[in-house]
């Protein structure tokens, strides 16, 4: 064997070579991180520790009283569980189905980028513009001539939560298109084309081979929708949410089935994190009550995220799995 | 062999066009009953665009504008009342990559049963018979409910032949079936194409010049978008009339 073409090591392996532009980056990324995670546990750590010992089942389930600055926070807990799934119930339907027309149908035509990019900037519209939009659009024009024709009084053309439900579902219908329409782009060409060369229709390939592969990413939007939609309090202000109202909003469908009423006010717990300190005629003394209010919203927002994100895993599972 | 029969494919001087650009010009091929023809050409010459324009599969995610025609048993594929989904179970395709759906193997195979709202025993068996001509069944009959997604890529074509089996096409259209398969699992199937013959007639896209040479009867070749030389394999590969052919067979290009 000709050794001469290898002499021996040149290099010792072993030895850190040195980089110190690459050591300098990843220090930065870990400080970023690390900062995160500091103001992260910080304010959560904070609204914990303040809130937590005025947390309590009297608390849960008691309604305000002496000015609110005692009392408990049902009805507010209520309210915001009652107009968040409503909220999700009519913007995850009309969100997919729109992506679905937007990805599978609608094509490349200058309407439908225009109508993308439409959507991709409601996104970053400024949340109080939605609860203007709401009170101008829902309540007073929609509401109001809804009681015109029908001759209802004023049944539809006041705030209630059927209008704030509605503009709730406006600001976070884009969450959801945007979502979606990653979820579809992600399922491979080559499984629709695999499906159409066995003769399925575009529906069929929609319905049998796409959305199963999207459901996962579709529920991120929906845990999205939720996060955004449970906390805000601007869109609502205006189109149903009540500075106080001890009683639940509901009512009985036929005077027999108890349902949440679509034409009543009703109290949200960001909202009431937000009159209590300021509007209350005692914010200092409503302080423990904002900070058990945060933690229960908070609380209440990760809750039903859980359910979501447990949801896709199982999804994805599936797909994985091949069920 | 090919017989002076009606030919089960026939596609008459037929161009292709992307947008402006053209993939293929004037090309002329028929294709005789239970034949096994191999279509080969270097990359890019029009050969996957030839038989996707077969089935119309080229028309799912672009733009194409086609002259000529393609007939299928004398019929007209691009005639107005033709149903391309009726066109699409008539003529299967099997894809470069293998693309099971991540479904269950047992799902794959049933896919497109299902969509014609066959369900029960008839897919059960439909579906054993389908595995069983792909020579997969006694690979996977225990495990029928696993994912197609758990098969080596080799069983994920055959798979992927079984469920374009079930659908019972005349024609079956493989465009490199086995360019991302190693050489046993490409064996396999260059066996199971033998079988295949028998009940149908095949129109394989290959870049493999043995491979073209064992399976087929007949070779063509496409060179540039335009048809260079079709003839009985053997005397393509021992005495083309063209040039091009020879060179190409050589590997002295492409």
């Given at each position: 064997m000709d050794r001469s073409l290898h002499a021996g090591p040149t290099h010792r392996l072993g030895r850190t070579v040195r980089d110190p532009w690459g050591a300098l980056f990843v220090g930065l990324c870990r400080g970023a991180t690390a900062a995160v995670a500091v103001v992260l546990l910080w304010v959560f750590g904070e609204i914990a520790r303040r809130g937590a010992p005025r947390v309590s089942w009297e608390f849960l389930t008691g309604t305000p009283t002496a000015g609110m600055t005692e009392g408990g926070i049902f009805p507010a807990v209520f309210g915001t569980l009652a107009v968040t799934s409503l909220m999700i119930l009519i913007a995850l339907p009309a969100g997919v189905f729109a992506a679905i027309y937007l990805v599978e149908?609608?094509?490349?035509?200058r309407m439908a980028r225009l109508i993308r990019a439409g959507v991709a900037n409601l996104a970053g519209v400024p949340s109080i513009v939605f609860g203007l939009f709401g009170v101008g659009?829902?309540?007073?024009?929609v509401g109001r001539n809804i009681d015109k024709v029908?001759?209802?009084?004023?049944l539809f053309g006041q705030p209630a939560i059927l209008w704030a439900t509605a503009t709730l579902s406006c600001l976070v219908l884009p969450v959801v298109i945007v979502a979606t329409e990653e979820a579809l782009r992600a399922v491979p060409q080559s499984h629709r084309e695999g499906a159409y060369a066995l003769g399925a229709t575009k529906w069929q390939v929609v319905s049998r081979v796409v959305l199963p592969q999207a459901r996962g990413g579709i529920l991120t939007g929906a845990i999205l929708a939720i996060s955004r939609g449970a906390g805000e309090t601007a869109p609502i202000l205006f189109t149903g949410c009540a500075y106080?109202?001890?009683?639940?909003p509901v009512t009985k469908l036929f005077g027999v089935i108890p349902m949440v009423n679509p034409f009543d006010q009703f109290m949200n717990l960001s909202y009431h994190i937000f009159i209590m300190a300021t509007?209350?005629?005692n914010t200092v003394a409503t302080q423990p009550i904002q900070y058990a209010t945060t933690l229960v919203l908070l609380g209440l927002t990760f809750a039903m995220n859980l359910a979501a994100i447990l949801l896709r895993s199982r999804f994805r599972r599936q797909v994985r799995q091949g069920r | 062999m090919p017989t002076a029969a009606t030919p089960v494919l026939e596609i008459r001087a037929l161009s292709f066009y992307y947008g402006k650009t053209r993939?293929?010009?004037d090309v002329s091929l028929q294709v005789a009953p239970h034949e096994v023809l191999a279509l080969i050409g270097?990359?890019?010459?029009?050969k996957s665009t030839l038989i996707k324009a077969v089935n119309r599969i080229c028309e799912v995610a672009t733009e194409v504008r086609i002259e000529g025609d393609v007939l299928l048993n004398g019929e007209?594929?691009?005639?107005?009342?033709?149903?391309v989904t009726a066109l699409r179970r008539r003529v299967g395709m099997v894809f470069q990559k293998p693309n099971p759906?991540?479904?269950?193997i047992y799902d794959n195979v049933a896919f497109g049963l299902r969509l014609l709202g066959l369900g029960g025993r008839e897919v059960n068996e439909r579906v054993e018979a389908s595995l069983r001509a792909a020579a997969l069944w006694d690979e996977v009959k225990d495990r029928?409910?696993?994912?197609?997604?758990?098969?080596s890529g080799g069983q994920q074509q055959r798979l992927c032949i079984a469920r374009a089996l079930a659908v019972e096409p005349e024609v079956i259209l493989m465009d490199?079936?086995?360019?991302?398969?190693d050489p046993i699992a490409t064996q396999k199937i260059e066996d199971l194409l033998e079988e295949l013959r028998r009940r149908l007639t095949v129109v394989i896209v290959t870049h493999n010049m043995q491979q073209a040479a064992r399976v087929s009867d007949r070779t063509a070749l496409m060179w540039l978008g335009r048809m260079v030389e079709v003839d009985q394999t053997k005397k393509m590969f021992t005495?083309?009339?063209?040039k091009i052919t020879e060179d190409y067979i050589n590997g002295r290009f492409g």
């Amino acid at each position: 064997m000709d050794r001469s073409l290898h002499a021996g090591p040149t290099h010792r392996l072993g030895r850190t070579v040195r980089d110190p532009w690459g050591a300098l980056f990843v220090g930065l990324c870990r400080g970023a991180t690390a900062a995160v995670a500091v103001v992260l546990l910080w304010v959560f750590g904070e609204i914990a520790r303040r809130g937590a010992p005025r947390v309590s089942w009297e608390f849960l389930t008691g309604t305000p009283t002496a000015g609110m600055t005692e009392g408990g926070i049902f009805p507010a807990v209520f309210g915001t569980l009652a107009v968040t799934s409503l909220m999700i119930l009519i913007a995850l339907p009309a969100g997919v189905f729109a992506a679905i027309y937007l990805v599978e149908y609608a094509g490349q035509g200058r309407m439908a980028r225009l109508i993308r990019a439409g959507v991709a900037n409601l996104a970053g519209v400024p949340s109080i513009v939605f609860g203007l939009f709401g009170v101008g659009f829902f309540v007073l024009f929609v509401g109001r001539n809804i009681d015109k024709v029908l001759g209802t009084g004023l049944l539809f053309g006041q705030p209630a939560i059927l209008w704030a439900t509605a503009t709730l579902s406006c600001l976070v219908l884009p969450v959801v298109i945007v979502a979606t329409e990653e979820a579809l782009r992600a399922v491979p060409q080559s499984h629709r084309e695999g499906a159409y060369a066995l003769g399925a229709t575009k529906w069929q390939v929609v319905s049998r081979v796409v959305l199963p592969q999207a459901r996962g990413g579709i529920l991120t939007g929906a845990i999205l929708a939720i996060s955004r939609g449970a906390g805000e309090t601007a869109p609502i202000l205006f189109t149903g949410c009540a500075y106080y109202l001890p009683r639940l909003p509901v009512t009985k469908l036929f005077g027999v089935i108890p349902m949440v009423n679509p034409f009543d006010q009703f109290m949200n717990l960001s909202y009431h994190i937000f009159i209590m300190a300021t509007q209350s005629t005692n914010t200092v003394a409503t302080q423990p009550i904002q900070y058990a209010t945060t933690l229960v919203l908070l609380g209440l927002t990760f809750a039903m995220n859980l359910a979501a994100i447990l949801l896709r895993s199982r999804f994805r599972r599936q797909v994985r799995q091949g069920r | 062999m090919p017989t002076a029969a009606t030919p089960v494919l026939e596609i008459r001087a037929l161009s292709f066009y992307y947008g402006k650009t053209r993939a293929i010009e004037d090309v002329s091929l028929q294709v005789a009953p239970h034949e096994v023809l191999a279509l080969i050409g270097p990359s890019g010459c029009g050969k996957s665009t030839l038989i996707k324009a077969v089935n119309r599969i080229c028309e799912v995610a672009t733009e194409v504008r086609i002259e000529g025609d393609v007939l299928l048993n004398g019929e007209s594929v691009y005639g107005k009342d033709v149903d391309v989904t009726a066109l699409r179970r008539r003529v299967g395709m099997v894809f470069q990559k293998p693309n099971p759906f991540p479904k269950s193997i047992y799902d794959n195979v049933a896919f497109g049963l299902r969509l014609l709202g066959l369900g029960g025993r008839e897919v059960n068996e439909r579906v054993e018979a389908s595995l069983r001509a792909a020579a997969l069944w006694d690979e996977v009959k225990d495990r029928l409910t696993h994912s197609a997604m758990s098969l080596s890529g080799g069983q994920q074509q055959r798979l992927c032949i079984a469920r374009a089996l079930a659908v019972e096409p005349e024609v079956i259209l493989m465009d490199e079936p086995c360019s991302a398969l190693d050489p046993i699992a490409t064996q396999k199937i260059e066996d199971l194409l033998e079988e295949l013959r028998r009940r149908l007639t095949v129109v394989i896209v290959t870049h493999n010049m043995q491979q073209a040479a064992r399976v087929s009867d007949r070779t063509a070749l496409m060179w540039l978008g335009r048809m260079v030389e079709v003839d009985q394999t053997k005397k393509m590969f021992t005495a083309p009339t063209q040039k091009i052919t020879e060179d190409y067979i050589n590997g002295r290009f492409g």
